[in-house]
């Protein structure tokens, strides 16, 4: 009896270790939808939810994008998909006008423009669409998880030359323009040599 007891404690204890360390994934979950989706990258960062806008005088965009102030249309989705895509406005569009946009903070503006100059019109309106799923809610979260992600990855200014590496830079510069005037006059003296010898030949 004792036995039986023990194995059926045993036989618990391991089937709740076994529940507890299972991680389950539904086939809607987030990573399976958008495999390729840029929110998921290290570029894009976590999102802590934040609850205000950034301001223009803030040096990073904490990720939070006003929905008021975008403007969302609906479109017929492109691609395969049957009557489904022609009766349905699955596809999404966002745009909003990058001077009037005062959750992106004005030091990322300008790069932000020079890195998306093709998804920007005239009217400096940028525009972004997606249509991958059959499901509206889910194409809006993509096309702004895509914003946030170019948002941040104009934030990242580039790192720029250290004393030491500008110095190896203009080293190897001189030298090789040494060594290309070294051949160049190598060079000429070959030349001066066959046509010396040459004439010799000529003369004689």
Known sequence: MANFFYRQCLS???????????????????????????????????????TTESTGSEKKFNGFIPIDKLDIAHRHARGPGGQHVNKTLSGVEIRFHIDSATWIPESIKPRFRDMNHTRINR????????????????????????????????????????????????????????????RKRVQSLNKQERRSSSLDLNSN
Request: aromatic share 8%; with cysteine; glycine share 4%.
């Open 123 to 182: 009217d400096g309106y940028f525009i972004i669409f997606s249509d991958e799923t059959r499901h509206r809610l889910l194409n809006q979260a993509q096309c702004l998880d895509r914003i946030r992600a170019l948002i941040r990855e104009a934030s990242l200014v580039p790192k720029g030359l250290s004393e030491e590496e500008r110095k190896t830079i203009e080293q190897r510069k001189n030298a090789a323009s040494q060594e290309r005037v070294i």
């Open 12 to 50: 618990l204890a391991t089937r709740q270790f076994t529940i507890i360390s299972r991680t389950y994934k539904s086939n809607l979950s987030y990573d399976k939808l958008f495999p390729k989706c840029k929110s998921l990258d290290v570029l894009s960062g976590p999102i802590n939810a934040p």
